[in-house]
């Protein structure tokens, strides 16, 4: 078993087997794992916020969804991996702040997050493989590149593998 790294909040990284990827605390943030079986490279992204474009003076590019999908590609093709052979697993999106009524009128940044992310591995041409997304509860998510597994881990809940 190699090193599990930690990947922070609008933060990614890239490795090989036999090292993992993990974050921590993914409440209406998405972590987005994306896998080449063959070379067995692996990215993790932890987005925030789902579009770079509605933001002014931000240089965090792993924040949004659509610069942070797109620049883990880059980091995994020059590792090696192939594109077309990327699938991805995305967890988290959860409505942590469920305020009945009141949440139509309030941004659902979840939702928004979820929402963003498919929309932006579909333009790459990555198949989403699993997920576990929504709801409202946070999550704790780890990838394995030996295999691809997608663990997940979630206070009172069983641990999950996608």
Known sequence: MGEVIKVGMADLKVCAYPDSL??????????????????????????MLPD???????????????????ETIRLMLLKGANKRRLVAKIAGGADMFNMGA?????IRI???NIAAVKENLKKQGIPILAEDVGLNYGRTVIIQSENGAFIIKSVG??????
């Not at 770079?52 to 797109?70: C, L, P, V, W, Y």
């Not at 809940?157 to 996608?162: A, L, R, V």
């Open 102 to 106: 009141a949440k139509k009128s309030m």
């Open 22 to 47: 993990t974050t921590l605390g993914l409440g209406s943030c998405v972590g987005i794992a994306l896998y080449d079986k063959v070379t067995r490279i692996t990215g993790l992204a932890h987005i």
């Open 52 to 70: 770079s474009t509605r933001m002014t003076n931000n240089q965090n590019i792993a924040k949004f969804a659509d610069t942070g999908i797109e």
């Open 110 to 112: 979840g939702e928004s």
């Open 157 to 162: 809940k069983p641990i999950k593998e996608i």
